[in-house]
């Protein structure tokens, strides 16, 4: 007979409940000097006999510190018995998948064998509790260091977003946890300080679940042509099972369950899915929404797993900011430190297309100053490989871009012709072309500057058409905004000169550079996540577009 995983785990609690019982009346206090010699000597050599990662690394120091303050004593049994405290630990290490972290990364099982085998064999030895003693500590202070900060360091999966070292007391974790018989509430308070983190996690079990079920995403071969609302396809009752195990069709509905068109309801499913999803909402089956509706659900697992990795990247927050979450193509300006939807304005934004030197880049800075009716300093890059051959061929394209050469820095700069020494002078760096101030240029009529070495910034564009579609990997870096009027309005909201809708549009349509310093510097976040929840319920998947999942999962070891 086969035994789950969850009714194994439920045995062996039993034993060592019963354990317990019989402990409590029959044990005597142990030979202290054992366990001592054991701990100093598996602390001394930095490495477990039978974890399967037995290299202490960094943590030797501060468990060393915590045994040494505690007189060499045992923290999760007395007399030779586990405490309650050190089952309700491993009960969360064995439950750490509900965090979207991998219990097998803190060995719970692995304790757990150890730990029957102490409190079921008679006459156990104090070196076997000192092992299970310092392997539980290992493991708790990993699973506080992984829960907290998270598993990977964001610079080494192309994030440039320091986490503060400092933030938590980990020993004082550790120590706290080695006395709660509620080792959850311990771990709640290190945890991400986030609704919106709480909502992905909460969303977890349920993925989990519908990943179990076999073949909810298998659909007929995509044939190749999209089909429309009311037409026929072979495999709808199958897309509606689907489409109900995903809450987007009523499970209640009318419709006949073998019905072989996309009739009306079956419709509204699909654009709800296609919203959930970043997709184009026309309710027809295509090339796209079949590629969504048949990804494997474990890949959504992974999908918040790793982007709730990301959320621990996060330092709590002290002020308002803005956040960019560039695989949904949308900006988040808050007007709390808390990250609640109503206190949010939301709007959409065009990032980098997805070439490697055209990427936006993942990171974090503050918005310093706006500039009104700005200059766009065309990049180097973009000014000698794209503009300089069409200005070789035609001088007058300068004009007819409304673009200048000019000598110096500042928007004082004085303009100088194209002539050919002019030319290569660009070539050399010495001069920079720019385009003027305008309804045409590329920057629109304000930017917001947050300087960084990416020379990246969020502005607003001529190329308002861009935001109708669906996926908007379009620029060259820089974060195109689609309502840079409603933005100005936040950012300005506190500052001096009573920057009103009415002026910031005439300081937009003027006829003068204006640059208005913020005194009140706001945090900017350029982000990345591909599952989002909302606080209706609704979970939120995004494409890889630049493969920085791809590149955790890697570093994960996925």
């Known amino acids: 007979m086969r035994?789950?995983?969850?009714?194994?785990?439920?045995?062996?609690?039993?034993?060592?409940?019963?354990?317990?019982?019989?402990?409590?009346?029959?044990?005597?206090?142990?030979?202290?000097?054992?366990?001592?010699?054991?701990?100093?000597?598996?602390?001394?050599?930095?490495?477990?006999?039978?974890?399967?990662a037995p290299d202490l690394g960094g943590e030797r120091e501060p468990l060393r510190q915590l045994y040494e303050k505690h007189g060499w004593r045992p923290l999760w049994s007395e007399n030779e018995t586990p405490t309650r405290s050190a089952l309700s630990v491993l009960t969360v290490l064995r439950g750490a998948e509900k965090y979207g972290l991998h219990s097998?990364?803190?060995?719970?099982?692995?304790?757990?064998?150890?730990?029957?085998?102490?409190?079921?064999?008679?006459?156990?030895?104090?070196?076997?509790?000192?092992?299970?003693?310092?392997?539980?500590?290992?493991?708790?202070?990993?699973?506080?260091?992984?829960?907290?900060?998270?598993?990977?360091?964001?610079?080494?999966?192309?994030?440039?977003?320091?986490?503060?070292?400092?933030?938590?007391?980990?020993?004082?974790?550790?120590?706290?946890?080695?006395?709660?018989?509620?080792?959850?509430?311990?771990?709640?308070?290190?945890?991400?300080?986030?609704?919106?983190?709480?909502?992905l996690k909460a969303a977890l079990p349920k993925f989990r679940l519908l990943a179990l079920e076999t073949g909810l995403t298998d659909l007929p071969s995509?044939?190749?042509?999209?089909?429309?609302?009311?037409?026929?396809?072979?495999?709808?009752?199958?897309?509606?099972?689907?489409?109900?195990?995903?809450?987007?069709?009523?499970?209640?509905?009318?419709?006949?369950?073998?019905?072989?068109?996309?009739?009306?309801?079956?419709?509204?499913?699909?654009?709800?899915?296609?919203?959930l999803h970043g997709l184009a909402q026309d309710g027809a089956l295509g090339k796209e929404t079949f590629r969504h509706l048949t990804t494997p659900l474990l890949h959504r697992v992974e999908q918040i797993e790793l982007t709730l990795e990301r959320w621990r990247w996060l330092p709590r927050l002290e002020t308002p900011p803005i956040f960019v979450n560039i695989p949904q193509y949308r900006l988040f300006a808050f007007t709390t430190a808390q990250d609640r939807e109503a206190d949010m304005l939301k709007l959409d934004v065009i990032v980098g297309r997805a070439f490697p030197n055209t990427r936006t880049p993942v990171f974090s800075e503050e918005m310093r100053y706006l500039v009104f009716r700005p200059y766009w300093d065309v990049p180097y890059s973009i000014a000698t490989r794209e503009?300089?051959?069409?200005?070789?061929?035609?001088?007058?394209?300068l004009d007819k871009q409304n673009l200048e050469i000019v000598r110096g820095g500042g928007d004082d700069a004085k303009p100088v012709p194209p002539t050919p020494e002019n030319l290569a002078a660009l070539v050399a760096g010495t001069v920079?072309?720019?385009?003027?101030?305008?309804?045409?240029?590329?920057?629109?009529?304000?930017?917001?500057?947050?300087?960084?070495?990416?020379?990246v910034y969020l502005h607003s564009t001529p190329?308002?058409?861009?935001?109708?579609?669906?996926?908007?990997?379009?620029?060259?870096?820089?974060i195109?905004?689609?309502?840079?009027?409603?933005?100005?309005?936040?950012?300005?909201?506190?500052?001096?000169?009573?920057?009103?809708?009415?002026?910031?549009?005439?300081?937009?349509?003027?006829?003068?550079?204006?640059?208005?310093?913020?005194?009140?510097?706001?945090?900017?976040?350029?982000?990345?996540?591909?599952?989002?929840?909302?606080?209706?319920?609704?979970?939120?998947?995004?494409?890889?577009?630049?493969?920085?999942?791809?590149?955790?999962?890697?570093?994960?070891?996925?």
């Open 463 to 478: 190329a308002k058409g861009l935001f109708r579609e669906a996926r908007r990997a379009f620029s060259h870096g820089c």
């Open 387 to 397: 503009l300089l051959p069409e200005i070789r061929k035609n001088p007058a394209y």
């Open 222 to 275: 995509f044939s190749g042509r999209s089909i429309k609302p009311g037409e026929t396809y072979l495999g709808a009752p199958q897309l509606r099972r689907l489409l109900v195990a995903l809450g987007d069709f009523p499970a209640d509905s009318a419709v006949t369950a073998t019905d072989l068109t996309l009739d009306p309801e079956t419709v509204n499913a699909l654009k709800q899915f296609q919203e």
């Open 3 to 52: 035994i789950g995983v969850s009714g194994l785990w439920a045995g062996y609690l039993g034993a060592i409940s019963l354990a317990l019982l019989a402990a409590t009346a029959t044990a005597q206090p142990g030979d202290a000097e054992p366990f001592r010699t054991t701990l100093e000597q598996m602390l001394l050599a930095g490495e477990h006999p039978y974890v399967a």
């Open 104 to 199: 097998s990364d803190y060995e719970a099982n692995q304790i757990l064998y150890h730990l029957v085998d102490l409190v079921t064999t008679p006459g156990a030895h104090p070196d076997q509790w000192a092992q299970f003693d310092l392997a539980l500590s290992t493991a708790v202070l990993r699973f506080t260091t992984h829960l907290h900060y998270g598993r990977i360091d964001p610079q080494a999966a192309g994030f440039d977003i320091t986490v503060a070292p400092d933030r938590i007391d980990r020993l004082s974790i550790l120590e706290e946890a080695t006395t709660a018989t509620d080792s959850e509430a311990v771990f709640a308070r290190i945890e991400p300080p986030y609704e919106h983190y709480q909502l």
């Open 432 to 455: 920079r072309l720019r385009q003027r101030p305008g309804d045409d240029n590329a920057l629109g009529l304000i930017k917001f500057m947050l300087p960084n070495e990416y020379n």
């Open 480 to 558: 195109r905004v689609s309502d840079p009027v409603a933005l100005a309005e936040q950012v300005l909201k506190n500052e001096p000169g009573d920057w009103t809708r009415e002026k910031i549009e005439a300081a937009m349509n003027g006829t003068a550079t204006v640059r208005v310093p913020l005194t009140r510097p706001i945090p900017v976040y350029i982000l990345y996540g591909t599952a989002i929840a909302s606080e209706a319920g609704n979970v939120f998947f995004f494409d890889d577009v630049y493969g920085h999942d791809a590149r955790l999962a890697a570093l994960l070891g996925r």
